[in-house]
C-alpha cells in the first residue's frame, strides 16, 4: 500500500489520472467496437487506413509501430494513392489549431473517407468526426500536477489517453477483420529476430494470405490490453521511490546550472516537448542529437535521463559511467536490468515485456499491439512531475 507521503507526489498523482482514464475507456467499447466493424467492412472492401493529428506523437504511435497496422499510414507524409470514399481516417486532437484541423477533416468527408476522431467531447473538432472516441478528459491537454509558484498545472494526460483509445481501437480492427474471415497484417518489432525481414515481406500487404485467424469475439483483445496495461502501470507503482529520486537527481542538476540530458528509442514521447503542459525545464526530446557531441558534452554533476525499448542501450550507459554522472533508465523488457546497478544509476521497470507486442491473436504468428507508448509516455511525465516539484 502506499503510504500517504507517496500519494501525494507528482507520480503518483499522474499515475492515478491514467489508470482512472483507462478505467473510463473500458466503459466506451461499444463505441470502439461499432467503430471498428464499420472500419473492417471499408478495408475488406479495398479501403486504405491513415493516420492524420494535431500533435505529432498520434501519427508516430499509430504508423511503422511494433505489433500495430502495418498499412496505417500517415496521410500528410506517406505517398499514397488518392483518397476515395472507401478509405478511413484515424485522427487524433489535443485541440491544438480546432478550426484548422476540422476544415481538414471535413475535407476528407466530403470525398467520402469515414473520420474518425480520438479526443474530448468538449473540442469542437469533434463536430468534424463521423465517429468519436471520447478519451475522457476536458479540452486540451489536459495537465494535472499542481507545482508551487506555478500559475497553472503541468505534465498533460490527454496525448496518452489518445494513444491508449488508439490501441484498444487497433485490438477490436484487428478482431472485426477476423469476423470477416479475414487477419489483418501487423507489424512485428525491428528490434526482434527476423522482424525487419518479415515487415518488408508484408510491405503492401493489408490481409494475409499464408495466416488465417479464428473469428474473435467483440471485446477479447481490448479487454487483454486493458488487464496488461493495469499490470505495467501496477509495476510502475510499486518503484514510486525511484521516480522521487531521479526528479530529485534532475532538479539538482538544474540548480547547479548543469544540464538535464533526455534521449530514447520511442514513438509518442519524442512529441511532448513545448506541449502545453509542459513545464519546459529541459528539452524532452534529444534524439536527433549529435551523440559524440553530446557525450563529448556531459559533465559529472549533468544527469542523463533515457526512454528505453527493450534493447541494452550500452553506448550511452558507457558515456554516462565515464562522465561520473547520475542517469535514470526507464526501460521495458528488462533482462538487462542487472546491467544497470551502480548507486547513481536509478533503473525503472515500465513493465511491458521483450517484444513488446502484448495481445495473442489466436492463430497468428507473432503479438500484437504493444503498451509500451502509453506507459513509457506516463512515466516520463511522472518523473518531469517530479523534477518540477523540486524546482
Known amino acids: ?198 515487415n518488408n515481406a508484408y510491405q503492401d500487404v493489408m490481409f494475409h494470405e499464408d495466416l488465417v485467424a479464428p473469428p474473435v469475439g467483440p471485446g477479447v483483445l481490448a479487454n487483454q490490453f486493458i488487464a496488461e496495461m493495469a499490470r505495467c502501470f501496477t509495476e510502475l507503482s510499486t518503484q514510486y521511490p525511484r521516480f522521487f529520486q531521479g526528479g530529485v537527481l534532475m532538479a539538482q542538476s538544474l540548480e547547479s546550472g548543469h544540464r538535464v540530458w533526455i534521449s530514447g528509442n520511442a514513438h509518442h514521447f519524442s512529441a511532448q516537448n513545448g506541449m502545453p503542459g509542459d513545464p519546459g525545464l529541459f528539452s524532452l526530446n534529444l534524439n536527433d542529437m549529435d551523440m559524440a557531441a553530446a557525450v563529448d558534452a556531459f559533465q559529472s554533476k549533468d544527469t542523463f535521463a533515457y526512454m528505453g525499448y527493450f534493447s541494452y542501450p550500452e553506448p550511452f550507459v558507457k558515456a554516462t559511467r565515464q562522465a561520473g554522472m547520475s542517469s535514470v533508465w526507464l526501460q521495458g523488457g528488462c533482462e538487462y536490468r542487472y546491467f544497470i546497478n551502480r548507486p547513481q544509476e536509478i533503473l525503472i521497470d515500465c513493465g511491458w515485456k521483450h517484444g513488446d507486442a502484448c495481445i495473442d491473436l489466436p492463430g497468428y504468428d507473432i503479438l500484437i499491439i504493444p503498451p509500451s507508448g502509453v506507459v513509457q509516455t506516463a512515466a516520463l511525465w511522472m518523473l518531469v512531475g517530479e523534477a518540477a516539484s523540486h524546482v
Open 1 to 198: 500500500m502506499d503510504s500517504p507521503h507517496q500519494i501525494n507526489r507528482p507520480a503518483a498523482i499522474y499515475l492515478r489520472t491514467i489508470e482512472r482514464m483507462l478505467g473510463d475507456l473500458g466503459t466506451t467499447m461499444d463505441t470502439i467496437t461499432a467503430a471498428a466493424e464499420q472500419v473492417a467492412g471499408r478495408l475488406t472492401g479495398g479501403g486504405q487506413i491513415y493516420a492524420v493529428a494535431d500533435e505529432e506523437g498520434f501519427v508516430s504511435e499509430a504508423c511503422g509501430r511494433a505489433g500495430g497496422i502495418r498499412q496505417m499510414k500517415n496521410i500528410r507524409h506517406d505517398e499514397h494513392p488518392p483518397l476515395t470514399g472507401n478509405d478511413v481516417i484515424l485522427a487524433g486532437t489535443l485541440n491544438h489549431d480546432p478550426e484548422s484541423q476540422a476544415r481538414e477533416l471535413n475535407e476528407y468527408r466530403n470525398i467520402g473517407a469515414l473520420v474518425i476522431v480520438f479526443g474530448s467531447t468538449q473540442s469542437s473538432v469533434s463536430e468534424a468526426a463521423d465517429i468519436l472516441i471520447d478519451n475522457g478528459m476536458p479540452n486540451g491537454t489536459n495537465p494535472v500536477i499542481e507545482v508551487a509558484c506555478r500559475e497553472k498545472p503541468v505534465c498533460p494526460t490527454a496525448g496518452v489517453a489518445n494513444i491508449s483509445a488508439l490501441w484498444l481501437f487497433a485490438c477490436e480492427l484487428a478482431a472485426a477483420c477476423t469476423r470477416l474471415g479475414k487477419t489483418l497484417a501487423m507489424y512485428e518489432s525491428g528490434g526482434m529476430p527476423g522482424g525487419g525481414a518479415r
